[in-house]
């Protein structure tokens, strides 16, 4: 079985304006933003630790009960037996809903709802449902391991495990195949629950890609967690505040980014034909490309980063990339609306379709099998439209957070001037993400 989905529509011809006028305008509008932040916000104003309104008591309440996480945790297990079932006993053939689970709902859709309501995917995850069971029922607190993760870990696991979820989407060409996903997702489970076995399932916080790619952006959603437990109603950026400096947590938003920015540029004419005509596998060359793309933001990430500790007077300027890395979160999740909006409102469809008959039986046990996917949301012109306002919305909201961050980092006479290299990767992950979308 080979499946073949399509990662968006839309296209330059679509836009309103000619593509030069697209990116020059979205250019001029990350930088007037720099200057008005610059003259009109002198102090942090989104920080975690007094951000937002306390939930009502009953709201709190509810979301915090046994029940509710009961209830999630089964809907994951649920959901993930009935996908299972496809996965082991399903036809090897298009109609196979495994697919459309793993790259369209799992990967695609869980961004949007993190968004909204917050780390939804540490509330669902088979995985940690399991090990909290097998725990349970041994007496056990799920918290414990046999040992404590060794120091220095940090965000690494997490890093690692969304690049070979990238590798394993964008460059394995045989990705979509049932054996394919059969080994792939079998060796998830294994290493992540002998992980989780061994430390505990505070694994699932930092070394789960899932749970890492949810919870960073989670902390964009305007429901939140105080660092004393409390939930709040916040102003939407505010948690990003709250993540803190850690090995390898550059590494893990450079891999958000640049796996996203890689499947823009993997789409185009110039890259199609240059993988083509190479005498080596499209794996061998998908995998060399996505590398350099991630190395590529990352090294600009970083240089950026150290180049505004100098020139901000840091105390430390070597801690200063990963004071700032939560600011690419919101740029990245500009890609992921830009890049992946049509394929999440389409194939999104055509996965609960799949859905209702797991076992190729001609069933339907949901109720979906007749439901025609509808295009309405994702004419040329809306999605192209979007995917402008997307990027831009996106890197302007990295300013924000790039400087709220840098007021309460370095000294306030030098807090614009130490921005001025944030500035400049912002204006050109702007113009970059632009020309990969429109420029075929």
Request: with cysteine; proline share 7%.
């Amino acid at each position: 079985m080979t499946v073949v989905l399509a990662h968006g529509i839309g296209g330059r011809e679509d836009l309103p304006l000619p593509l030069g006028w697209a990116v020059a305008g979205a250019a001029v509008a990350v930088v007037v933003s720099f200057v008005a932040l610059g003259v009109l916000w002198h102090t942090p104003r989104l920080p975690a630790a007094a951000a937002g309104r306390p939930l009502p008591g009953w709201a709190a309440a509810l979301l915090d009960s046994r029940a509710t996480r009961v209830v999630l945790a089964g809907l994951g297990l649920l959901a993930t037996g009935w996908t299972l079932l496809a996965l082991l006993l399903g036809p090897d053939d298009a109609n196979n809903p495994v697919p459309w689970v793993v790259f369209v709902l799992l990967w695609v859709g869980v961004v949007p709802v993190s968004v909204l309501v917050g780390p939804v995917w540490r509330r669902v995850n088979p995985l940690r449902a399991l090990h909290a069971l097998v725990n349970r029922a041994a007496g056990l607190d799920p918290a414990d391991g046999v040992r404590p993760l060794p120091a220095g870990t940090g965000w690494w696991p997490g890093a690692v495990g969304l690049g070979a979820f990238a590798w394993f989407e964008l460059a394995y060409e045989d990705s979509t195949t049932l054996p394919a996903l059969r080994w792939a997702i079998g060796l998830y489970a294994a290493v992540h629950l002998v992980a989780a076995f061994t430390f505990g399932s505070r694994w699932f916080d930092r070394g789960d890609a899932f749970e890492v790619w949810s919870g960073l952006y989670a902390r964009i959603s305007p429901l939140g967690r105080r660092p004393d437990g409390t939930l709040v109603l916040r102003a939407p950026l505010a948690g990003l505040d709250a993540v803190a400096p850690a090995p390898g947590l550059v590494a893990t938003v450079s891999v958000m980014l640049g796996s996203t920015v890689y499947d823009g540029l993997s789409g185009s004419t110039v890259w199609v034909t240059f993988v083509q005509s190479q005498p080596v596998s499209r794996t061998l060359v998908a995998t060399a490309g996505l590398l350099l793309t991630i190395g590529a933001v990352a090294g600009l990430l970083v240089a950026c980063a150290l180049a505004a500790g100098r020139l901000g007077g840091a105390d430390d300027v070597r801690a200063v990339p990963g004071l700032l890395a939560p600011s690419v979160v919101p740029v990245a999740l500009g890609y992921v609306v830009a890049h992946y909006y049509s394929f999440l409102v389409l194939e999104g469809q055509n996965a609960f379709v799949k859905l209702t008959d797991p076992l190729g039986t001609g069933a339907d046990w949901l109720g979906t099998a007749g439901m025609q996917p509808s295009a309405a949301l994702v004419t040329p012109g809306i999605v192209a439209n979007l995917q402008v306002v997307a990027i831009v919305v996106g890197h302007v909201l990295g300013v924000v957070v790039a400087h709220d961050r840098a007021v309460a980092l370095f000294p306030r006479a030098r807090a614009v001037l130490g921005q001025v290299p944030l500035l400049v990767l912002m204006v050109t992950l702007t113009c970059t993400g632009l020309f990969l979308l429109f420029a075929g």
